[in-house]
């Protein structure tokens, strides 16, 4: 009987791990980036992003597209935080592309994800690609236009 128990424990023991191996990809509407974050990466997106994309990113410039809205919904939704964040950090702003650093680039992707409805939490992002890639942005919780 004993030994049954213990081959029923292992067996438990193995499923489990497996499972957490092969751990889901996260929503981007789980919190994923703090409020103070997102604060910092509005200032730096002013200083940096809005003469093009626009301050209420709904861009006014025929070239830069708009990061809110429809524009987010089929260029945003159902992508990884690990491609948007490179897509700023290697070629934005497009005058000077890599002018900005990881840290930088993550809080403007925080204020993005932000401005386009997703809950702020209590952890910050990081600018990890390995952390990043397993972020999907799910469908936006505020509707947009
Ligand atoms: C000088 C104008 C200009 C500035 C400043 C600028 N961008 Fe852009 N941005 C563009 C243009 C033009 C495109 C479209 C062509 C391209 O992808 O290179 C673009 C594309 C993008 C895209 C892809 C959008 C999509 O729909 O897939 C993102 C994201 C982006 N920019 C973010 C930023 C961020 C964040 C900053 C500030 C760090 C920034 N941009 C600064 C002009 C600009």
């Known amino acids: 009987m004993k030994r049954i128990m213990a081959v029923g424990l292992c067996v438990v023991w193995a499923i489990?791990?497996?499972?957490?191996q092969t751990a889901?990809?996260?929503?981007?509407?789980?919190h994923v980036f703090s409020e103070a974050q997102a604060k910092r990466g509005e200032d730096a997106y002013s200083a940096s992003?809005?003469?093009?994309?626009?301050?209420?990113?709904?861009?006014?410039?025929a070239e830069a597209p708009s990061l809110t809205?429809?524009?987010?919904?089929?260029q945003w939704t159902g992508k990884t935080l690990a491609?948007?964040?490179?897509v700023i950090?290697?070629?934005?702003?497009s005058t000077n592309p890599g002018a900005l650093d990881d840290q930088t680039s993550v809080d403007i992707l925080a204020y993005?994800?932000?401005?386009?409805?997703?809950?702020?939490?209590?952890?910050?992002?990081?600018?990890?690609?390995?952390?990043?890639?397993?972020?999907?942005?799910d469908a936006v919780p505020?509707?947009?236009g």
């Open 112 to 137: 993005i994800l932000k401005f386009n409805g997703f809950p702020s939490g209590d952890q910050n992002l990081a600018s990890d690609s390995g952390v990043l890639e397993k972020i999907v942005i």
């Open 142 to 144: 505020k509707a947009g």
């Open 24 to 30: 889901q990809p996260r929503p981007a509407s789980d």
């Open 69 to 74: 809205g429809a524009r987010f919904k089929s």
């Open 83 to 86: 491609e948007r964040f490179s």
């Open 89 to 93: 950090r290697k070629t934005m702003p």
């Open 16 to 20: 489990s791990t497996a499972l957490a």
């Open 49 to 61: 992003c809005g003469s093009c994309h626009g301050d209420d990113l709904v861009s006014h410039d």
